[in-house]
């Protein structure tokens, strides 16, 4: 049974960092695609960054570029992404998705295309 489970989101102030983990079981992420979402309310999920477990290539979005990095430690079967600088707009629910095989390029934060998803963490950046 596939299974991801997210952890690491919480309150921060702006500024600060979090990282957040995405457990994966039922599969290994060789052959996938990993990616976070994130979706505030009233607004529409958005793509924020994507790992390519396959050959390592990584997708940020403009908005987390600089900030963010997303990462993979095979051993534990997790996906992390690290946000530093956070800032009051990047507050969100953020939700790890998986895919297999990965998407081409273009294609990497079409919501529609992950067959898997985790529950979500919430992140709040806030003072």
């Known amino acids: 049974q596939v299974q991801l489970v997210e952890s690491g989101g919480g309150l921060v102030q702006p500024g600060g960092s979090l990282r957040l983990s995405c457990a994966a079981s039922g599969f290994t992420l060789d052959l996938y695609a990993i990616a976070w979402f994130r979706q505030a309310p009233g607004k529409e999920r958005e793509g924020v960054s994507c790992?390519?477990?396959?050959?390592?290539?990584?997708y940020y979005a403009d908005s987390v570029k600089g900030r963010f990095t997303i990462s993979a430690d095979n051993v534990k079967n997790t996906v992390y992404l690290q946000m530093n600088s956070l800032k009051p707009e990047d507050t969100a629910a953020y939700f790890c998705?998986?895919?297999?095989?990965?998407?081409?390029?273009?294609?990497?934060?079409?919501?529609?295309?992950?067959?898997?998803w985790g529950q979500g963490t919430q992140v709040t950046v806030s003072s």
């Open positions: 790992l390519n477990s396959y050959d390592g290539s990584t």
């Open positions: 998705a998986a895919v297999s095989p990965a998407p081409f390029a273009p294609g990497v934060f079409d919501h529609a295309i992950y067959d898997y």
